[in-house]
């Protein structure tokens, strides 16, 4: 109890803060014990949401967060939560409804403190290129994994090793994306299908310029390593988190607005969620539970997949977040129970060996 405490500590705290927030704006705006029952019960359940829509994104955070050391962890965990709380769940929709509604930052705060109805209609209507953008990032980011020639472990052999095989073909990945963006733009208005191309090539392009931003920074510090220098620099790797971060979170914004379209609840409530995902991540890494469960990262990463390909497809057809959620739990409960049957037969072996020795 005392280790996972020294894990969720800085969560508990904060959710202990904004739960304090919650009463304040419950009992300022609604003026009644019952109302500000309501609004809190509603901060619970997006926050509880957001944990378990985003467990998946938990263990692909702690696949890259494991090659940092220990300062670039720590500023993951309290700094990168400024970008989680205020840039993806405040300043993303208030900027989607400025550009959307051609009003200034004020007027769209306003908008949304006084107008929630026409500020969930404009984020909602703006859906097309979110899923865009969205959908081609975290696609990009499942698929290279996969598309690995230097990958041996396979989890789901028959597929895995056919795209490991594959993977020698240069930017394959990037040519299945452009089919896929390609053949759902076919399927909407010209307008809408402009829209989705733009964002999807967007996000295309902002998963290569940090995937090259990452790179180039790795080789520097393995040039200062090699020099005799010491180096602690993580600055590849936390942009990449920050931005795979964002791309998890756009739905989840829009989804909130099935339970409020007050601007002020579902930031608290998805900032609660997004602050225990973090801690989630770090404990993963402290523990090495990767490690452990040797199949867990790529249950998290085909649940990626899948999460990229539902957003792409949701800009033609609604998918309901539980499906979505649902899918990644259980491509995230096989590869666990998966690692753990291996684990016990690697056991037994191991066993009979002493044994027979």
């Known amino acids: 109890m005392a280790t996972l405490l020294r ?46 829509l985003s467990f998946d994104n938990a263990v ?21 939560i400024a970008i989680a709380v205020f840039g993806t769940r405040i300043v993303f929709p208030l900027a989607i409804v400025a550009v959307a509604a051609g009003i200034g930052p004020m007027a769209a705060i306003d908008l949304s403190l006084n107008n929630p109805a026409e500020y969930e209609r404009i984020v909602s209507g703006a859906h097309v290129g979110i899923a865009g953008f969205g959908g081609a990032f975290l696609a990009m980011v499942g698929l290279k994994f996969f598309f690995d020639a230097d990958k041996d472990v396979h989890w789901i052999a028959t597929i895995e090793q ?19 963006l390609w053949g759902i733009s076919s399927l909407l208005p010209d307008a ?22 990452g790179t180039w920074l790795d080789l520097r510090e393995q040039a200062k390593k090699a020099s005799g220098m010491v180096v602690r620099s993580g600055l590849g790797g936390f942009l990449y988190l920050e931005v795979l971060d964002a791309s998890f979170s756009f739905d989840g914004v829009i989804g909130a607005f099935a339970l409020s379209n007050n601007m002020i609840v579902i930031a608290i409530g998805l900032s609660i969620g997004a602050m225990f995902v973090r801690s989630m991540t770090v404990h993963l890494v402290r523990q090495g539970t990767l490690a452990q469960y040797r199949f867990l990262e790529h249950g998290a990463f085909w649940a990626i997949i899948v999460l990229g390909g539902i957003m792409l497809t949701s800009a033609v057809w609604h998918i309901p977040e539980a499906i979505t959620g649902l899918i990644g739990a259980v491509l ?26």
């Open 7 to 52: 894990y969720y500590t800085f969560s508990i705290v904060f959710m202990l803060i904004c739960f304090g927030l919650a009463i304040w704006y419950g009992v300022a705006s609604t003026g009644t014990l019952g109302g500000t029952l309501q609004l809190l019960w509603i901060v619970l359940i997006l926050s509880i949401l957001e944990i378990s």
């Open 60 to 80: 692909v955070n702690a696949s890259i967060l494991k090659e940092m050391d220990e300062v670039w962890q720590r500023r993951f965990l309290i700094y990168g």
């Open 162 to 180: 056919q795209l490991t095989k594959v993977s020698a073909l240069p930017s394959i990945e990037i040519g299945l994306l452009l089919l896929v």
């Open 192 to 213: 809408d299908a402009l829209t989705f191309l733009t964002a999807g090539l967007t996000g295309l392009l902002t998963f290569i310029a940090v995937d090259a931003l």
């Open 332 to 357: 995230i409960g096989l590869s666990l129970w998966w690692s753990i049957r291996h684990k016990r037969r690697e056991q037994v072996v191991e066993s009979q060996q002493q044994l027979a020795g």
